[in-house]
């Protein structure tokens, strides 16, 4: 039994040092000791020595039994921490790997200029209010004093819903708005998505975006509007900028302008952009507003007096950065996007 005893011993050690994963450790351990495993065979054939001799190989059974099963333990260990750090090696980062990069996008040019202009104004004491694209024919036109012929409201001019419901046309109706629920005296801009169905070309799309201004208080004059518009235009575009004041009509002001100003690219000398001209786009309309519009909105136009302005902020966008088509503000072309 001594012999047999030392031959396992050898043998299961010798397993053990080639077992290379877990699972052969386990099939060792099974082979030696399971339920009819070698080593738990001989143990039960100690019955069978005689008593002189059965304390002896019990001993060295003993012996034998504990040193293979701490073997076993550290042959188990030392492969589990070795799968752990495959495991690791697998996983590992190359840090010097290259690996194409990932762009961050950035907010739209519009989106940009719209921020832009919201924050000039609130520096120039203006608060920015937020209104609806589906509005009323009230809003949009009745109580702007527009005439029930007036050619904007012709269904070719105007994307309709219903009788009394329009996709808003410019962001006027915002003037209704503030006045009817802020009252008197006010000083507020809002900006936003308008839409007429203009035929497409450089400079006219069917949805576009205006920024509109309005001031109501006791002796609000024109020569406000005038300086107010300068000092947005120089803050915005530059100090060398000029403007141009048009006179125009609109049912809601009165008197009524519309205002260029200098080409950014000649600075007013005359070139291909401006068709020589020396100004650029018509940017915006403006105006005092129409004493029917205060009265309209519970306003006393013998007390009060006010002015608005609309501004086409894809225009401003064209002009500041030189972009000749306002398609190009709507493709979503990413070799045009990334340029802002
Ligand atoms: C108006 O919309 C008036 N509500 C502006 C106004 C407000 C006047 C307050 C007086 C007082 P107009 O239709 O001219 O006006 O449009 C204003 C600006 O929007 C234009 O100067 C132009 O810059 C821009 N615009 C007009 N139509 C288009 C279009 N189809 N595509 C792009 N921009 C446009």
Redesign the pocket.
Known sequence: MREQLQNLHDQALEALEKANHLEEVESIRLKYFGKKGEMTQILRGMGKLSKEERPKMGALANEVREKLEKALEERKALLEEKKIDLQMEAEDLDVTLTKETIRLGHRHPLLQTMEELENLFIEMGFTVVDGPEIESVENNFDA?NSPKDHP?RDLSDTFYIDEDTLLR????PM?IRAMKNLGAPLRIVSSGR?F?P?DVDD????M???L???VVDKGVTMANLIETLNVFIKEFFGEEMQTRFRP?Y?P??EP????DVTCMKCKGAGCEVCNYTGWS???????M?HPNVLKNCGIDPDVYSG??????????AMVKYGIKD?RLLFGNDDRFLRQF
């Open positions: 702007l904007s046309t410019h962001t006027s003037q308008v007429r203009d400079t006219h799309s069917p576009f975006h205006q509109e201004g309005l125009h609109f809601f002001t009524s302008t519309e205002v786009l018509e940017l915006l309309g403006a105006g507003v002015f608005a302005f609309g501004l086409g902020i894809d225009r401003i306002i």
